[in-house]
Protein backbone atom coordinates (compact mmCIF):
# COMPACT_ATOMS: atom_id res chain seq x y z
CA UNK A 1 0.00 0.00 0.00
CA UNK A 2 1.14 3.64 -1.01
CA UNK A 3 1.88 5.49 2.37
CA UNK A 4 3.09 8.86 3.13
CA UNK A 5 3.32 9.78 6.45
CA UNK A 6 4.05 13.24 7.79
CA UNK A 7 5.55 13.88 11.10
CA UNK A 8 7.03 16.70 12.99
CA UNK A 9 4.60 19.24 13.84
CA UNK A 10 3.61 20.76 16.97
CA UNK A 11 3.85 24.29 18.60
CA UNK A 12 6.17 26.65 18.39
CA UNK A 13 6.40 30.22 19.17
CA UNK A 14 6.21 33.02 16.79
CA UNK A 15 10.11 32.72 15.24
CA UNK A 16 10.61 29.84 16.17
CA UNK A 17 11.67 26.50 14.01
CA UNK A 18 9.86 23.17 13.05
CA UNK A 19 11.49 20.56 10.60
CA UNK A 20 8.46 18.09 8.86
CA UNK A 21 9.70 14.67 7.87
CA UNK A 22 7.24 12.39 5.00
CA UNK A 23 8.29 9.00 4.71
CA UNK A 24 7.36 7.27 1.84
CA UNK A 25 6.47 3.94 0.88
CA UNK A 26 4.43 1.75 -1.51
CA UNK A 27 6.19 3.82 -4.33
CA UNK A 28 8.66 4.45 -6.38
CA UNK A 29 9.66 7.62 -4.44
CA UNK A 30 12.80 9.00 -6.17
CA UNK A 31 10.42 9.32 -9.65
CA UNK A 32 7.75 11.26 -7.87
CA UNK A 33 7.63 15.15 -7.40
CA UNK A 34 6.79 16.17 -4.00
CA UNK A 35 4.91 19.17 -2.67
CA UNK A 36 4.12 21.01 0.56
CA UNK A 37 0.13 21.46 0.79
CA UNK A 38 -1.63 23.47 3.85
CA UNK A 39 -4.31 23.78 5.12
CA UNK A 40 -5.22 26.41 8.28
CA UNK A 41 -8.89 26.06 9.54
CA UNK A 42 -11.52 27.61 7.32
CA UNK A 43 -9.54 28.20 4.65
CA UNK A 44 -9.00 25.92 1.66
CA UNK A 45 -5.61 24.21 0.64
CA UNK A 46 -2.39 26.24 0.10
CA UNK A 47 0.62 24.94 -2.11
CA UNK A 48 3.66 25.62 -0.28
CA UNK A 49 6.31 24.17 -1.80
CA UNK A 50 7.45 21.09 -4.46
CA UNK A 51 11.09 19.68 -4.86
CA UNK A 52 11.55 17.63 -8.59
CA UNK A 53 12.25 13.87 -8.89
CA UNK A 54 16.10 14.49 -7.91
CA UNK A 55 16.12 17.08 -5.84
CA UNK A 56 18.11 19.32 -7.73
CA UNK A 57 14.64 21.79 -8.24
CA UNK A 58 12.44 23.71 -5.79
CA UNK A 59 9.78 26.37 -5.72
CA UNK A 60 8.47 28.15 -3.31
CA UNK A 61 5.21 29.81 -2.43
CA UNK A 62 6.33 33.89 -1.92
CA UNK A 63 4.87 33.61 1.58
CA UNK A 64 7.55 31.32 2.98
CA UNK A 65 10.88 32.27 0.92
CA UNK A 66 13.51 32.85 2.40
CA UNK A 67 12.39 30.99 5.86
CA UNK A 68 11.32 27.67 4.47
CA UNK A 69 13.61 24.66 2.96
CA UNK A 70 12.55 21.89 1.22
CA UNK A 71 14.55 18.96 0.75
CA UNK A 72 14.83 15.04 0.03
CA UNK A 73 16.85 12.03 0.42
CA UNK A 74 15.74 9.53 -2.02
CA UNK A 75 17.88 7.06 -0.13
CA UNK A 76 15.65 6.70 2.46
CA UNK A 77 12.67 7.82 0.18
CA UNK A 78 12.24 10.75 3.18
CA UNK A 79 10.76 14.57 1.81
CA UNK A 80 11.62 17.21 4.56
CA UNK A 81 10.73 20.66 5.18
CA UNK A 82 12.71 23.01 7.36
CA UNK A 83 10.33 26.02 8.87
CA UNK A 84 12.25 29.08 10.31
CA UNK A 85 11.41 32.36 11.43
CA UNK A 86 7.29 30.73 12.03
CA UNK A 87 4.91 33.43 11.63
CA UNK A 88 1.27 32.89 13.59
CA UNK A 89 0.05 32.61 9.89
CA UNK A 90 1.78 29.55 9.43
CA UNK A 91 -0.65 27.52 11.86
CA UNK A 92 -1.97 25.05 9.64
CA UNK A 93 -2.02 21.46 9.01
CA UNK A 94 0.81 20.37 6.18
CA UNK A 95 0.33 17.99 4.01
CA UNK A 96 3.20 16.24 1.91
CA UNK A 97 1.63 14.67 -1.49
CA UNK A 98 3.51 12.77 -4.51
CA UNK A 99 2.79 14.30 -8.29
CA UNK A 100 4.56 11.94 -11.32
CA UNK A 101 6.36 14.68 -13.44
CA UNK A 102 4.64 16.61 -15.31
CA UNK A 103 1.29 15.36 -14.26
CA UNK A 104 -1.04 18.37 -13.38
CA UNK A 105 -2.70 16.25 -10.28
CA UNK A 106 -1.39 14.37 -6.96
CA UNK A 107 -1.07 11.19 -7.16
CA UNK A 108 -0.83 10.75 -3.37
CA UNK A 109 -1.18 12.66 -0.44
CA UNK A 110 0.09 12.06 2.99
CA UNK A 111 -2.29 12.33 6.39
CA UNK A 112 -0.92 15.55 7.90
CA UNK A 113 0.82 16.82 10.53
CA UNK A 114 -0.33 20.04 12.84
CA UNK A 115 1.79 22.83 12.84
CA UNK A 116 0.59 25.58 15.41
CA UNK A 117 2.92 28.81 15.92
CA UNK A 118 1.38 30.23 19.43
CA UNK A 119 3.41 31.90 21.89
Known amino acids: DVQLQASGGGLVQPGGSLRLSCAASGFTFRSYDMSWIRQAPGKGPEWVSSINSGGGSTYYADFVKGRFTNSRDNAKNTLYLQMNSLKPEDAAVYYC????????????WGQGTQVTVSS
Open 97 to 108: AARRPMSSEYNY
